[in-house]
């Protein structure tokens, strides 16, 4: 058990709708990642967060968004779903905002979209 | 194109085996991470290398910097060492850009 915590553990909606992915990070940690691992794309990197603040964007779409909270749990939003976008959404925390620091990371979120 | 090549894609070795899996990457890096896959979905975090070599248990990661290569060892592999091992590089910036696995059946 890593510490890191993520809900739900499975999703399933239709093209069109919008969910929201939870996220609470280790005790202590200030730094959570986003990541989605997709069959044809493999892992990539979404975005991090770093004590409440947008520190790094990778490859998150316009209609995906995310924040993280003063108690330091994030959410990821994902809307106008498409078919593509089914896949596990992983997130991971760290003790600080550099990211070769060690991360630790949830069990993931599958996210089916029918 | 993929920054990052592992190889092979997919490998079954005997229980006992001595199990060598590379990572090999077309741009200057700062980091580099070695993650296991279990085949249940969760990721653990086995080494983040900026040089040399790390040891922990049975696994050891080599990082060579100038021949932009890295190599994750498996000593007197087990079955419970089954799982997809990924290798992401940290060019400047902030941002892992992943490989794309490989997938390790160990049998008894």
């Known amino acids: 058990d890593s510490g890191v915590t993520q809900t739900p553990k499975h999703l399933i909606t239709a093209t069109g709708q919008r969910v929201t992915l939870r996220c609470s990070p280790r005790s202590g940690d200030l730094s959570v990642y986003w990541y989605q691992q997709s069959l044809d794309q493999g892992l990539q990197f979404l975005i991090q967060?770093?004590?409440?603040?947008?520190?790094a964007k990778g490859n998150i779409l316009e209609r995906f968004s995310a924040q993280q909270f003063p108690d330091l749990h994030s959410e990821l939003n994902l809307s106008s779903l498409e078919l593509g976008d089914s896949a596990l959404y992983f997130c991971a925390s760290s003790a600080s905002g550099v990211p070769y620091n060690e991360q630790f990371f949830g069990p993931g979120t599958r996210l089916t979209v029918l | 194109k993929n920054e990052v090549e592992q190889s092979p894609q997919n490998l079954t070795a005997q229980e006992g085996e001595f199990i060598t899996i590379n990572c090999s990457y077309s741009?200057?890096?700062?980091?580099l991470h070695w993650l296991q896959q279990h085949p249940g979905g969760g990721i653990v975090s086995l080494f983040m290398?900026?040089?040399g070599k790390k040891k922990h248990g049975r696994l050891i990661a080599t990082i060579n910097i100038q021949e932009k290569h890295s190599s994750l060892h498996i000593t007197a592999s087990h079955p419970r060492d089954s799982a997809v091992y990924i290798c992401?590089?940290?060019?400047?910036?902030?941002?892992?850009?992943f490989g794309t696995g490989t997938s390790l059946t160990v049998i008894p």
């Open positions: 992401a590089v940290l060019p400047t910036g902030n941002q892992f850009y």
């Open positions: 290398l900026s040089s």
């Open positions: 741009v200057g890096i700062s980091a």
């Open positions: 967060y770093y004590n409440g603040e947008e520190r």
